[in-house]
């Protein structure tokens, strides 16, 4: 069952073990000791969906389905809700299947965060039909369509044809009446595919490189037929994705950065880079599901703190400042960037 799978997602992803490499250990930012800043003046709030949010981050997709996602679903909108950012809610194909039950774990998300943020999220395969009641569900200000290659190819329920999917997605983007954010789920999304959709008219993509969650091995956990452990390190670094999105796509286009952003200095790093803000998933999960909500709290509150400190030592004083500071690629990522 598809409910039981989702359970089973959060249990293999908190047992995982690989650490992949983002490879922003090789953006080089330059210290100014005179940055003529308060910290207490610098703003990190911004223009999103046009909606304010209150910081550059957002809660990143992740469950919804069941009692067990309801209860983690309601406490990360609480966490949106508190602290002004965005929320993405996981799949909710399971929600066509299953119906009222299932919807209740997605719609908890909207009457917790009431005005802010919410975004939808269907695979590429679903029907214009099911992509619009995904957004009612919601009152959702945009919808991720998550592209998910990799993690299907290795699920052994999973998918394996996916001609065709150019077309749907844009059938679904000329259905709704609300942003399209383009998403991979964590292999990244290259410089080519990004202009391919870019040519289509899509606007949001959120580049998912990897360095994070990877489904790979959540779903290696799950396959008992085959070992696709040789494929862990499958993927677009998400430092490599952020700089080649912020080169190819259109000046209207909004970058959004997830896959493995954990700390001050990947948010700081990805914004130079050109990303509008950074979705983060599997860090907030853990830090809920081991402590609870205050522990997701507290370490969100030292996050942006330190998201703070960051830019007054880089002399930047909000968000915008973040474009103009210079930066230069070291290693692995200036091999990668100048081919």
Not at 212 to 219: A, D, L, S, V
Request: hydrophobic content about 40%; some cysteine; aromatic content about 8%.
């Amino acid at each position: 069952m598809r409910a039981d799978r989702k359970k089973e997602h959060i249990e293999n992803f908190l047992r995982t073990s690989h650490m992949g490499n983002t490879l922003f250990d090789d953006v080089y930012l330059e210290h100014n000791a005179l940055p003529e800043l308060n910290i207490d003046e610098i703003d990190l709030s911004q223009q999103f969906l046009f909606k304010t949010i209150g910081y550059p981050v957002m809660i990143n997709a992740m469950t919804g389905g069941g009692e067990f996602a309801e209860e983690i679903n309601g406490q990360l909108a609480e966490i949106a809700a508190k602290y002004k950012i965005p929320m993405a809610v996981g799949s909710q194909t399971i929600a066509f299947e299953k119906g009222e039950p299932a919807e209740k774990s997605f719609r908890i998300v909207r009457e917790r965060i009431q005005e802010g943020v919410v975004i939808g999220n269907v695979g590429g395969e679903v029907t214009p039909e099911y992509a619009r009641r995904a957004v009612e569900m919601l009152q959702a200000d945009a919808l991720q369509i998550h592209l998910n290659v990799a993690q299907e190819l290795v699920m052994p329920e999973g998918d394996r044809n996916f001609k065709g999917i150019v077309d749907h997605l844009v059938k679904i983007q000329e259905a709704v009446d609300v942003p399209i954010i383009i998403k991979e789920v964590g292999y990244g999304l290259s410089a080519p595919v990004l202009k391919k959709l870019s040519a289509l008219g899509f606007r949001y993509f959120d580049v998912a490189g990897s360095g994070g969650t990877n489904f790979i091995e959540i779903e290696n956990l799950r396959n008992i037929d085959k070992d696709f452990s040789e494929l862990y390190n499958w993927g677009i670094p998400t430092a490599k994705a952020v700089f080649d999105a912020g080169k190819v796509v259109k000046d209207d286009a909004t970058i959004i950065a997830s896959g493995g952003i954990k700390s001050s200095t990947d948010i700081v790093k990805s914004l130079v880079l050109g990303a509008k803000l950074c979705g983060i998933s599997g860090e907030i999960l853990s830090y809920l599901v081991h402590g609870g909500q205050e522990h997701a709290e507290n370490h969100l509150e030292q996050l942006f703190y330190k998201l703070r400190a960051v830019m007054l030592m880089l002399g930047a004083g909000n968000i915008q400042d973040l474009r103009n500071v210079p930066f230069v690629t070291t290693g692995k990522l200036r091999e990668l960037t100048q081919q």
